[in-house]
């Protein structure tokens, strides 16, 4: 059986991955190649676009079904504040000269936050099975 922090790893790659090329301050994201004209034919932009929205929509879905409204809100202020410290390690807040810096440091926050929330979400019937035994029978949508 594969270890669980080894599955939750890969899966918190793959968010990152999926987030990031989605959207990102860099300039190398899915936005900007739409957006700046980067080349590329229209239906192949269309296609990534849709694939990125059935992406998102599945992930938002499943992480939705695991925390639930509450559970998300708690999630995602604890994904804030972890988000900010781990860039205040990266780049301190006495190498921000300009407010450009502060926006580009929100933005971040933002986005790795989206990250964090998404990628326990999809680990996290996974990590309550494993520590408690029992599996999470959680409808996502309307029931009947």
Do not use: C
Not at 11 to 22: C, D, E, G, P, T
Not at 134 to 141: A, D, F, L, M, T
């Amino acid at each position: 059986m594969k270890s669980l922090w080894r599955v939750a790893l890969v899966r918190l790659l793959v968010v990152f991955a999926v987030v990031f090329a989605a959207y990102n301050p860099s300039g190398f994201s899915y936005v900007h190649w739409v957006v700046q004209d980067a080349g590329g034919p229209l239906s192949l932009k269309i296609a990534v676009g849709i694939f990125l929205l059935i992406v998102f929509y599945l992930m938002l879905s499943v992480t939705y079904g695991a925390f639930r409204p509450a559970g998300l809100v708690a999630g995602a202020l604890t994904a804030v504040l972890f988000s900010v410290q781990i860039l205040l390690i990266a780049q301190p807040e006495s190498r921000m000269a300009v407010a450009g810096d502060y926006v580009l440091f929100a933005v971040y926050v933002a986005l790795m936050s989206v990250a964090i929330v998404i990628g326990l979400g999809l680990v996290w019937s996974k990590l309550l099975y494993r520590l408690t035994g029992q599996e999470s029978k959680r409808i996502v949508g309307p029931a009947n």
